[in-house]
């Protein structure tokens, strides 16, 4: 598949998955002011769920369905309550999805005899990379936020499964702030050399402890 297409495909994505959360929202924030009613909604959704879970194995079949409900929509009764089932099951299926692609890449950078592997990298006004040391799990988050003030820079360390990749537990107290770019590389740099030094094949994994 091109790039184009993929591109389209996930721009489709994207925005089903913002109408079916704006639609479980007003939903539930109707149902929330009556505990009855929450309850009988909780149960109309659910039972979709079960319904649309059997039916969607892949995202792809999880649009094909949202353009054409048939009896997932009957079972529903609203639209409101399918798509809210439908938001659940998108937020499952992209879970997966990343998990997916976390494993692959743990296992393609041990294969190569890589040191680190990056799990999650975001690009936009917002940054952030996840990148992964593999003989010990421990991971550095760093993120760059515009809108963050006068630091808009961080560097945390956080604990992750070093097979799929799931994050753990973080570390208290690690996370840096920096209002200088340079400063926030640099930390980084001095980080990867302190933890390749300090764990690398002399320390269990962390997330074995």
Known sequence: MNAAVRSGEEAALDRARARWRAAGDRLWSIAVVDGEEYRRVAERVGGVLDEVRAATPTL??????????????????????????????????????????RAAAIAAARAAGERWVVLDETAGATHRTVEMHLASGLALVATADPYAGAEPYALGEVVVDAVTGEAITGRDGDERSFADAAAWHDERARRREEIDSRLDGGDAMLSDK
């Open 60 to 101: 792809e079949a999880l649009v094909a369905l949202d353009a054409d409900p048939g009896p997932a929509l009957a079972r529903a009764g609203t639209r409101a309550v399918l798509d809210a089932a439908l938001a659940v099951r998108a937020d499952e299926l992209v879970a997966a999805r990343a998990r997916d692609r």
